[in-house]
């Protein structure tokens, strides 16, 4: 039962680089999340999806896009990475959005 | 606007002695908290939670009691372990409008041998 999977687990990234990040799930569930948490700020939603094919915006939303082409996968992209999203980045899932989160065990990404 | 706050930002007790974990919320529609602990290079696993009909809950050595008037909630360990040494969040919910978990900022609790 691998639950909530994330893809990579830490990447170097130079400023300008792209790259997107995965996440999984296999819970059939259909809310989606991606979080950011730095220190002293907490847990910090970017963005979120409710259902396959759906996006929202989170707290935080500006430099990521979001795609939710099947219901089990939620994909974090950045276009153009700056120095500031620096971070450890947890995508979640749930069957209802208030309650039951299920975390993955978060990518620590760098911009140098 | 920070609608969940934890303001201990870290906490050290002695092992054996009780943890008392501490959350404030401002908005009046949530009716739902819940408790997720997260250890290093690890994600935020679901440790406790509370319906706002209750204003205690108990699993083991975890409770949580919950002051709706104050807007207050906490979280005991008792006793406290080296393993309880971790970051916690305390999240909340609106349930009836199925709103998102809204998080706080979490405390970081070290248990002392």
């Known amino acids: 039962n691998a639950g909530v999977t994330q893809t990579p687990k830490f990447r170097v990234l130079k400023t300008g680089q792209s790259m997107t990040l995965l996440c999984a799930q296999d819970?059939?569930?259909?809310?989606m999340y991606w979080y950011r948490q730095d220190p002293g700020m907490g847990l910090r939603l970017i963005h979120y999806?409710?259902?396959?094919?759906?996006?929202a915006k989170g707290e935080v939303p500006d430099g990521y896009n979001v795609s939710r082409l099947k219901k089990q996968n939620f994909l974090l992209g950045l276009e153009s990475a700056a120095p500031s999203q620096t971070s450890v980045y947890f995508c979640?899932?749930?069957?209802?959005?208030?309650?039951?989160?299920?975390f993955g065990s978060g990518t620590r990404l760098t911009v140098v | 606007d920070q609608q969940v706050k934890q303001n201990s930002p870290s906490l050290s007790v002695q092992e054996g002695r009780i943890s008392i974990l501490n959350c404030d919320y401002t908005n009046s529609m949530f009716d739902y908290f819940l408790w997720y602990k997260k250890y290093p290079a690890e994600g935020p696993t679901f440790l406790i939670s509370?319906?706002?009909?209750?204003d205690k809950n108990e699993d083991g050595r975890f409770t949580v009691f919950l002051n709706k008037s104050a807007k207050h909630l906490s979280l005991h360990i008792v006793p406290s372990q080296p393993g309880d040494s971790a970051v916690y969040f305390c999240?909340?919910?609106?349930?009836?409008?199925?709103?998102?978990?809204?998080f706080g900022t979490g405390t970081r609790l070290t248990i002392i041998p």
């Open positions: 509370i319906s706002s009909i209750k």
């Open positions: 999806s409710v259902g396959e094919g759906t996006t």
């Open positions: 819970m059939n569930h259909e809310y």
């Open positions: 979640a899932s749930s069957l209802v959005q208030s309650s039951g989160y299920t």
């Open positions: 999240a909340a919910s609106a349930r009836v409008g199925n709103e998102k978990l809204t």
